[in-house]
């Protein structure tokens, strides 16, 4: 009996001295857990812009913004203008992810978006971009974000070009009547108001605008203002110029695919959003400086810059604000809501009377 206790007694000693020597024993070192990489995006973006634009120089410290801002972690590949696609391709192709970007503007899928009207330079509406930014937040940015959902496509913001609307011509434009007659190059909603006033109207790329100056093809061609004229070379062939017409400058926007805008983590859209709500200010400002410099360029050329009566701006204004509004609603009820929402937002601030 005694020897079997102190059996007992030494197998529970050497399995306690064994746990307690071998915990205190060193243990092997688990293997060291390497850092998870940080999710990198690479994406190519098109626009409809070419360097040394002001809206080009304000896209590209976009990208640059965009890629500090985020640590490196999105870094975006600007094309200008044709070097992937034109213009009118880009909507479809960020929607399919041949490109996950784009910068464009809505005058090039008013079939697709009609929604887009009043984005791309609408004469007779307001003309800050004080009041642009306000109409967007009011509830058109929200009609447009839906819109361009159901071509799988997040559209971020606009983008604006600059102050005022302006046409640029190889004969003189001195009253609404002398545009009776006339051939003018542009696109929609503009064309809509110069067809209403008596002129006939074409679409070419903006690439081959300067050849019809040149050989007389059309007779006046609407690109915003000084600055993208001089820069084209069209203030060459073209030595008339109405500097401002009433109206919306016109805007451009950035579109995001929307399988890519939606794995993109919440902090990074943040910083897509911020960055590119500056940089349309900012592109607003260098468009500014620019259309001043670009300006005594013209004059020095010969050049002659005319300004219409206001009696003249006035009639252009009811003319687009009624037949030409009413008109582009006719068309289509998803623009009919676009139009409907512009009337109450432009009687709101006394621009227009009550209809």
């Not at 995001?256 to 859209?269: E, G, S």
Request: proline residues 5%.
């Amino acid at each position: 009996m005694v020897k079997t206790k102190v059996l007992v007694g030494g197998l529970v000693m050497c399995l306690l001295g064994s746990f307690l020597f071998g915990a205190c024993a060193p243990q092997p070192a688990e293997a060291p857990v390497a850092p998870q990489a940080p999710q990198l995006y690479k994406w190519r973006c098109q626009s409809t812009d070419t360097l040394p634009q002001p809206a080009a120089r304000a896209q590209v410290e976009f990208i640059e913004n965009v890629k500090t801002a985020s640590n490196g972690a999105i870094d975006i590949t600007w094309y200008p203008a044709g070097q992937l696609m034109t213009g009118t391709e880009i909507l479809k192709s960020v929607g399919e992810e041949v490109i996950e970007m784009g910068m464009s503007t809505g005058g090039y899928n008013l079939g697709t978006v009609p929604e887009w009207n009043l984005e791309n330079s609408l004469i007779g509406s307001f003309i800050s971009l004080r009041d642009g930014a306000a109409f967007w937040e009011g509830g058109y940015l929200d009609l447009l974000r839906k819109a361009c959902a159901k071509q799988n496509v997040y559209y971020v913001w606009m983008f604006n070009y600059s102050v005022g609307v302006g046409l640029i011509s190889r004969v003189p434009i001195r009253s609404i009547e002398d545009f009776k007659g006339l051939t003018i190059r542009t696109i929609s909603p503009q064309a809509e108001v110069y067809e209403a006033l008596g002129a006939k109207t074409v679409y070419v790329p903006g690439e081959e605008v300067y050849t019809g100056l040149q050989l007389g093809t059309f007779d006046a061609a609407t690109w915003t203002r000084e600055s993208s004229w001089v820069q084209r070379g069209w203030h060459e062939a073209a030595k008339y110029a109405i500097a401002e017409i009433p109206g919306w400058p016109g805007a451009a926007h950035l579109i995001i695919n929307m399988d890519v805008w939606k794995a993109l983590p919440d902090n990074l859209k943040v910083i897509i959003d911020q960055c590119w709500r500056a940089t349309t200010f900012k592109g607003s400002v260098y468009e500014q400086e620019d259309n001043l410099k670009a300006h005594k360029i013209m004059e020095e050329a010969g050049c002659e810059f005319i300004t219409l009566s206001p009696e003249d701006n006035e009639k252009i204004q009811e003319i687009a604000s009624t037949i030409v509004w009413d008109m582009m609603a006719a068309k289509d009820p998803k623009a009919a809501e676009a139009i409907q929402m512009l009337r109450e937002f432009m009687t709101e601030r006394g621009y227009i009377p009550a209809k």
